[in-house]
């Protein structure tokens, strides 16, 4: 069982920039591929972005690129999202996930473990 807890969300003009946090617990950490998802109002859950075990990959969906970073403490048990030039649209609940495997990471089933969610609201 892993425990995930993200941090960080809030609500920001847009422009401005976040770092998202999230916190795991359980099992080793650097045994599972990390990702940040998001869910608008309306809308179903997508893909923001992944990290490999090692942290050597990660991939982002075409909406963030150049503007988000995904990275991972392995030491400190914690993977970050770090969200710069935030627009409206980026407005979402983020969540974080855990997958033990290392291929398909874009996609929800891959992943074993789910956080809660931390809310982004980002006016105009």
């Known amino acids: 069982q892993v425990l995930l807890v993200e941090s960080g969300g809030g609500l920001v003009q847009a422009g401005v920039s976040l770092r998202l946090s999230c916190a795991a617990s359980?099992?080793?950490?650097?045994?599972?591929?990390m990702g940040w998802f998001r869910q608008a109002p309306g809308k179903e859950r997508e893909f923001v972005a992944a990290?490999?075990?090692?942290?050597?990959?990660?991939f982002y969906t075409d909406s963030v690129k150049g503007r988000f970073t995904i990275s991972r403490d392995n030491a400190k048990n914690t993977v970050y999202l770090q969200m710069n030039s935030l627009k409206p649209e980026d407005t979402a609940v983020y969540h974080c996930?855990?997958?033990?495997?290392?291929?398909?990471?874009?996609?929800?089933?891959?992943?074993?473990?789910w956080g809660q969610g931390t809310q982004v609201t980002v006016s105009s």
């Open positions: 359980g099992r080793t950490f650097s045994w599972y591929a």
């Open positions: 990290i490999t075990r090692s942290g050597i990959s990660n």
């Open positions: 996930a855990a997958s033990p495997r290392s291929s398909g990471l874009k996609y929800e089933r891959t992943y074993d473990y």
